[in-house]
């Protein structure tokens, strides 16, 4: 069994130019639920090479992006995994599916970026939220930590954003990143933490 990464939740229409001209043969929205469907970005004439290029990427997660369902929980070590302070840092759990899913998504999309691995007591993102373990406490206890990354580019995951207050008060602003990690380099572009090189 394997697990629910959340591909269903991508949103590519907010993505899209929003143009409507039909360059590609549809409307934005018709486009976006074709993209969904497994078409390439690649008929949008008004997307950039690198947009087009992260939208595919989060398209064909689905055939590489292979978590498996654990009976039990597996922890990893904690603690923030730098690689340069002008990158993104990235918030994650201590599952070691989940932060190889994330990893793999950025290394393909040839990202440099920051890992905040926090304790979650093994549990994936999606069920430390619902158990209460991916909290602005845990984070907190890595707040010496942070202090070597950029503050305005740090990421939590899209389905922590109920704690995004208690994690702002804690850390300073955070940036809500989105449910599913093969998502995480188009959002990244498109809300400027990267370049569009």
Do not use: W
């Not at 998504?105 to 994936?124: C, H, K, P, Q, W």
């Not at 922590?160 to 998502?183: L, Q, R």
């Amino acid at each position: 069994m394997k697990a629910d990464l959340y591909f269903d939740r991508i949103d590519f229409y907010k993505y899209l130019p929003k143009k409507d001209c039909g360059d590609c043969g549809f409307t934005c929205r018709e486009f976006s639920r074709i993209l969904k469907m497994g078409s390439r970005a690649d008929k949008c004439p008004h997307l950039t090479k690198r947009e087009i290029e992260f939208l595919n990427l989060a398209i064909e997660a689905r055939k590489f992006l292979d978590v498996p369902i654990l009976q039990t929980t597996v922890k990893t070590r904690t603690g923030l995994v730098f690689s340069d302070k002008k990158a993104v840092t990235l918030i994650t759990a201590n599952y070691p599916y989940t932060q190889a899913a994330v990893s793999e998504i950025m290394v393909r999309a040839g990202i440099n970026f920051n890992m905040l691995v926090i304790d979650t007591e093994g549990y994936s993102v999606d069920m430390a939220v619902f158990l209460g373990y991916f909290r602005a406490e845990r984070i907190a206890e890595y707040k010496d930590e942070l202090e070597k990354v950029d503050k305005r580019k740090i990421v939590i995951p899209g389905l922590a954003e109920k704690f995004k207050d208690e994690i702002t008060e804690i850390i300073g602003d955070v940036i809500v990143g989105p449910v599913c990690c093969a998502e995480l380099p188009i959002f990244l572009l498109k809300k400027g933490l990267i370049n569009n090189i």
